[in-house]
């Protein structure tokens, strides 16, 4: 037989109704606090009942068709025999006689209502959309995000290729390579005109073409011929070239 943990209060099962605490921390503390009991280190668990009496008429669910009379899920319990009882909840019950007055005595109108449903769909379609451009814009800075780690990859990329480049390659050839078109001449320097006189030399007429045809950035042998003449007509230290 289960005893009310109410102070002042002696009513058990076999009088009344008796209600659990609820299981929910937050009201279960709730509850307890409103019986004004001196709880000390031992908190309220969910095996202590109040009956019924404690409860306010309005903390009990109305018009049910099985006729039980069961709390509401969000029932507190105010009524106590104590110095101090909590206040009480002021929560009236809406008859149909009520209901049918409210109606009766609404200055709202059709059209008021019309509008008031409107804005409130209108309310509903912003906040949809606010909530699709918030992820999508999440989504836009997650993908410029991984293009700026593209971005740097690639340029870290490039700057080592340049650096072998360079480890081998004059700059005038390093420019050859970086060229878009072909139309517009470049002018070699000295020095890989002086490196490709000797590969001309060493290799065959072939062998030279065939490293040209392969890449590798090379004067024309017309080019090659041209500047000699160039060099020679102007300078006799240009025999240095012959």
């Not at 451009?133 to 290729?161: M, P, V």
């Not at 060229?179 to 290799?203: F, H, I, K």
């Amino acid at each position: 037989m289960a005893h009310c943990s109410a102070m002042n209060c002696i009513n058990n099962s076999k009088k009344c109704r008796m209600y659990r605490f609820p299981a929910d921390t937050v009201r279960r503390r709730k509850w307890a606090d409103n019986t004004r009991r001196s709880w000390g280190p031992k908190e309220p668990t969910t095996n202590m009942k109040l009956c019924e009496v404690h409860f306010e008429d309005s903390q009990f669910e109305a018009n049910r068709q099985d006729g039980k009379r069961k709390l509401r899920w969000d029932a507190v319990p105010t009524l106590f025999d104590v110095p101090n009882p909590p206040e009480r909840i002021t929560i009236q019950r809406t008859t149909s006689e009520n209901l049918q007055q409210s109606v009766q005595n609404a200055e709202t109108t059709p059209g008021e209502v019309e509008s008031e449903i409107e804005n409130e769909l209108q309310d509903c379609v912003c906040k949809t959309q606010v909530i699709r451009l918030k992820s999508e814009l999440a989504a836009s800075k997650l993908e410029c995000r991984r293009l700026k780690r593209k971005i740097a990859s690639i340029e870290t990329a490039e700057k080592r290729k340049c650096e072998k480049l360079e480890s081998f390659l004059r700059p005038d050839q390093v420019k050859y390579l970086e060229r878009r078109g072909r139309t517009n001449p470049l002018e070699w320097s000295d020095e890989t005109l002086m490196m490709a006189l000797r590969l001309r030399c060493s290799l065959s007429a072939s062998g030279y073409e065939l490293l040209r045809k392969e890449g590798f950035p090379l004067p024309s042998y017309r080019t090659l011929c041209r500047r000699v003449v160039e060099v020679s007509s102007s300078s006799p230290e240009g025999s240095a070239l012959e």
